[in-house]
């Protein structure tokens, strides 16, 4: 009996000194910690920039409007397209045609056709532009478009007079006054008149434009 109440005793000191320990411990290392950061209790000055001085006079008046002139610049440099930009835009046109084609979609083929058209005269490939608007012309009357019936009559007729072929485009642009009468598009009749004008005066000055086909795949690897 007497053996257990002096393990009792033991174990009770140990406990309450580990105790005191613990409360000693702590304030001592929150003071430590304190005094480690004490600038957390001190008030930072902030430094201010000074204050600018009230502008005497205003440079600029705001009362009158001041226009700026700006000189124009002639731009003298010409850059031309490269031959790869015209057969990256052929290929695209003629992809986005096989489609409309291929759905019958009337009106989107005849934007396609016209896209080409424009891209072959800006190349003088007057052959293939002829070519396109016969296939205009061809899906014009299927149709019954008579303003692409007639456009594509005169842009052949024009095409023709730029390669000198003028009596056929004499002839594509009175069968276009011809057909446009009979339609009563007066207004189309009286521009074409004036088209046959200009090929009229081509004819007599013999004016006729370089012509430039269209390049096999050999002659692109080469």
């Known amino acids: 009996m007497a053996c257990v109440l002096n393990v009792y005793l033991c174990y009770r000191d140990r406990i309450v000194f580990k105790k005191t320990r613990v409360f000693i411990l702590a304030p001592l290392c929150l003071l430590f910690a304190l005094s480690a950061n004490a600038q957390w209790w001190k ?3 902030v430094e201010r920039l000074p204050l ?3 502008a005497k006079s205003l440079s600029f008046n705001f009362s009158k409007t001041q226009r ?3 000189a ?3 731009y003298t440099a010409k850059f031309e ?3 790869f930009c015209y057969d990256v835009v ?14 019958h979609m009337y009106i989107e083929s005849i934007d396609n056709f016209n896209s080409l058209i424009a891209l072959y005269l800006a ?8 070519w396109y608007f016969l296939q205009i012309n061809y899906l014009a009357r299927q149709k019954g478009d008579d303003a692409n019936i007639i456009a594509s009559l005169v842009g052949v007729g024009m095409v023709k ?3 000198g072929e003028f009596a056929q485009a004499k002839d594509d642009l009175i069968a276009a006054v011809d057909f446009a009468a009979s339609k009563g598009r007066l207004s189309d009749v009286a521009e074409i008149k004036k088209k046959l004008t200009i090929v009229e005066h081509k004819k007599s000055l013999n004016i006729k434009s370089d012509v430039r086909y269209a390049e096999l795949p050999e002659d692109k690897k080469n």
């Open 72 to 74: 124009p610049v002639a």
């Open 81 to 83: 397209t490269s031959q």
């Open 68 to 70: 700026l002139v700006v």
């Open 161 to 163: 007079s730029e390669i």
């Open 43 to 45: 008030k930072k000055a």
């Open 90 to 103: 052929e290929a695209a046109i003629m992809k986005s045609l096989y489609h409309t084609m291929r759905f």
């Open 123 to 130: 190349q003088q490939r007057y052959s293939e532009a002829k």
């Open 52 to 54: 600018l001085h009230d």
